[in-house]
Nanobody, 114 residues
Framework: QVQLVESGGGLVQPGGSLRLSCLAS????????IGWYRQSPGKRRELVAS???????FYSPAVRGRFSVSRDDANNTVYLQMNSLTPQDTAVYYC????????WGQGTQVTVSS
């Protein structure tokens, strides 16, 4: 079973950018669909982007045009490039398979604030 670890979060000003990383172990990241999810306080966890085995991508309407998901098969890593960030993007971001495995990692905090 694949294990996934998120990194790359931080504090950024509105309009700024961040790149999140999802490092996989235990299985090749390109044999499953990997999703990026986020959860804000008081809200349900939501899928914001995913990349499928053959490379097709999905974006939620909230992030389409600003976020980009990509995969580095050599490094077994999936990335989420986030541009034009707004305070509404503040959340803990997680990667998991899509559909998700029962266990979730600790995620990485993204805070967009001036």
């Amino acid at each position: 079973q694949v294990q996934l670890v998120e990194s790359g979060g931080g504090l950024v000003q509105p309009g700024g950018s961040l790149r999140l990383s999802c490092l996989a172990s235990g299985a090749a990241v390109n044999v499953v669909t990997i999703g990026w999810y986020r959860q804000s306080p008081g809200k349900r966890r939501e899928l914001v982007a995913s990349i499928a085995r053959l490379g097709s991508t999905f974006y939620s309407p909230a992030v389409r045009g600003r976020f980009s998901v990509s995969r580095d098969d050599a490094n077994n890593t999936v990335y989420l490039q986030m541009n034009s960030l707004t305070p509404q993007d503040t959340a803990v971001y997680y990667c998991n398979t899509n559909p998700p495995m029962p266990a979730w990692g600790q995620g990485t905090q993204v805070t967009v604030s001036s």
